[in-house]
């Protein structure tokens, strides 16, 4: 064993550190509703994570349920890798509430912006979807084919960068880009950017999160039927319509509920990608 | 043979051990043949999850043995989560026997009107198994390419919702529409439903949740032969006639049981997806 | 605890089995060689399922190296469940060596008449490689476009059952048909059966495997390099010559060696399909 | 902040703890850099192997830090078995120094000839990269569709071994056909090997690692682009060069930083396959 001046100072750092750590309680002041929310944002970078739809890259967000021009993101961290503590606040100009320092997602102006024009939506995600991003590229625009992604209809609308700022690193890493993102996604529950990815929004998290899934699994399906060739008969509208009015419910058991459970139980298992 | 004094305190231990496993009688008032029965059914569940023709959403059903007016199938949750607990009764109009409340499939008529409709049936998969979607949506007809899914011959029927009921949400959630599937499915083994899935009947639990694992590799295989151009060698009816034949046998080792062995195993993995 | 007189004669019996069952020195008996080689035999099963090469159908065989017209292959089971004390003696009818009443594979004849026409081979494999089948039943031939598959130069031939039997259950159940498909096979090391599968054979266990690894694996990669469009470079025959003359090595670290080693790594790890 | 004799006592361990560490020092006589640099090494093999990159064969190296005429890299063997007792040292020609008879890559000159050629290079990896294999067979240029592999624009050059030297076993067994590769390679980060695989560079270990998953996701994803029809926008070089602006940042959770965690995390998992 050796001793070491520099080593002990870093050892007496640690035990400062360790000191400093709130206790818990300090955060749970806010109420039994934001831990709650913390633990399922938690579980939804965990549960994108393993479900493929994010892999070093990308985020969710939701708003935060006592000030509407807040919202709680990661610090900058793979998905697969978030806890409870990396959870931060961020008001709508995407600058963090006691940020001590903590690295920050470049893009968290995507959801910003978008909880800045959407007061129906309550959470966010930004992913690199693998198999949405064929359909970022081409002409081929990306459609429900599927009841579980009824929501796409009628079509995902494409944001292309360099409409709004001609060449760049094709991110959106400020307000001005953000906004111009939101304008294009509308009222709508998804979009996608050109050669990057996809943002997704809903009402609440969970939600969310089964749209992003969603997303991505009838990107495939569609890959797969235009393959075939000939004609695609996609879901209506109308269909949507009446499919999304059964999936507000948090009836235990139904719809968006049983596959939460599933998903959540999926993200606990050692990943397997 | 050798004769060991070890061997013969290890058979000794054999004995003693078989002698006080439980003889399962006190589980099995309903008769051994039910408990079995559930047994496989639960596993039918794990099975298809695990083999990804299910996943969040999807259930199987097998037929009552004591009762063709009733079939048992979980309560509504996530196939890959059922267990002996979750297994309930039905009657052919989907009514719950003894429900206590717990929540059912919205999609348990396309079960009961099975039943109804098939007496050569007492196992149904209803699935969202990915890859047949395409065939769903696209006028490509879902033919057998494989020996192990010759049952598919010579094509598979499907289902569209809107001929029957209009524009709705796309879900079998009454008889009137499990009565219309039926219809379309015939004497059938696989109907697809356009933009949703499909249903998978059969004799007994075990070939049917075969044909339901079989009919997504073999959608894996056409539409992998589709891509490739040019006209496709389906499996002839005739062929099928023969291998089906062959099918039916419950002898150790041999065609179904081989499989169910391996899946069961796999099952008991954990869940790797 | 239940005292039942049927049970207790099956725990006699568990005991009088027990004791019957050779203790492994009989085996070695046949000398060490033997040993390593069915121990190679069941590696080879259980890598092959490992692969994804084999599921539940499917097997693998080596001939006797103390007697050309027998060969070793296991018990009808389920590759990925294969053990020491599964491996069974055939002969070159397709006949049993102290079978035992032990269910056997129905297609053994592939390999009993693969070892009577080919005295180069020493194993050989059957399998439903899934990715090689459109190719059977498609005008579009299986040629390699990789280094790791240069031995399916120039091409695979397709094994058409309707051409020597008709109409038939599409299974090699008997030395008539297993006759025709080694015609087929003449001196490659690859055959594709229509709508069924392949066979692959090989101067040793190792290579055998390797090989019905790299056909599935240049398949995927052919059918890829297909849908791109356009004209394909194949790997030339004359290119496979001097590729095979490296592959027949035994050195430590190289070739076969190097990815044996892997594989049998992976297949000890929990199947993660 | 709370004071708690718990959370003193564990403090206290931690340091106690802390200073119990060995401090490396002692492995480390060839200085503390050069061990962080060969487990980075070891890691980029098993990182490699665990996202699909590498199978049994491919290998990675960097330059040696303390002589720009040698390189590290490991003995023959699969890049997933790959550990620090390994790692060995070569010159530029190829040859091992101290090899002590371990099996050598045949390939190294791959390598070696890199380093000649390239000032700027200190990482490279050679692999089989599956999904890169059909665009180094047909004319279909890879070329990128997503920031992430924005390294690739404008397009990756495919190195034609009969060009330089006719009918040969297509690997690069020597100098000549090193030079010759690297020549096709010019100053660009990534070339394909004609039905072989391909060679990726950069200037350090982890944003190599990184090019090299990157080209077969963005490969991939090509692949589906061009399944879809019709034309197909790529990252422009503009674009690419303001991307990679952003990447040679070791900031904590950015960019590369932030994917190596979760790889390392990811390789750490049993693989699963």
């Known amino acids: ?28 002041q806010a109420g039994p509703d934001l ?4 633990d399922d944002l938690v579980a939804a970078n965990r549960i994108l994570y393993r479900q493929g739809v994010v892999d070093g890259f990308g985020h969710v967000s939701v708003r935060h349920p006592d000030n509407p021009n807040r919202f709680l993101l990661s610090a900058a961290k793979a998905p697969g890798r978030v806890t409870a503590e990396d959870i931060m606040e961020f008001d709508l100009d995407g600058k963090a509430i006691d940020g001590r320092d903590r690295p920050v997602y470049s893009e968290r102006f995507i959801h910003a912006e978008v909880y800045k024009a959407r007061a129906d ?69 998804v979009a996608l950017l050109r050669g990057h990815g996809n943002v997704v929004v809903g009402p609440d998290v969970r939600r969310t999160v089964a ?19 000939g004609p695609i ?19 235990i058991g139904h719809s968006v509920d049983r596959v939460w459970q599933m998903w959540l139980e999926e993200a606990r ?5």
């Not at 064993?1 to 749970?28: F, K, N, Q, W, Y």
């Not at 509208?237 to 507000?248: F, H, S, V, Y």
Request: proline share 8%; aromatic share 4%.
């Open 233 to 251: 008969t996609f879901i209506d509208p109308e269909e949507n319509k009446l499919i999304e009015a059964g999936r507000g419910t948090r009836v």
């Open 121 to 189: 939506v309550n959470a966010v995600v930004h992913s690199h979807s693998p198999t949405v991003i064929p359909f970022s590229v081409t002409k081929v625009p990306l459609r429900p084919v599927h009841n579980t992604a009824s929501f796409l209809a009628p079509e995902v609308p494409v944001f292309e960068m360099r409409n709004v700022a001609g060449m760049t690193n094709n991110l959106v890493t400020d307000s001005a880009r953000g906004k111009a993102l939101v304008e294009v996604l509308g009222d709508r529950p």
């Open 35 to 38: 831990k709650a929310l913390i």
């Open 1 to 28: 064993m050796t001793c070491h001046p520099r080593r002990l100072l870093a050892s007496l750092a640690i035990v400062l550190a360790t000191l400093a750590i709130p206790d818990g309680r300090a955060a749970a």
């Open 211 to 229: 749209r992003a899934i969603y997303t991505e699994v009838n990107a495939r399906m569609l890959l797969q039927a235009v393959s075939l060739g």
């Open 269 to 273: 298992v050692e990943p397997a990608r």
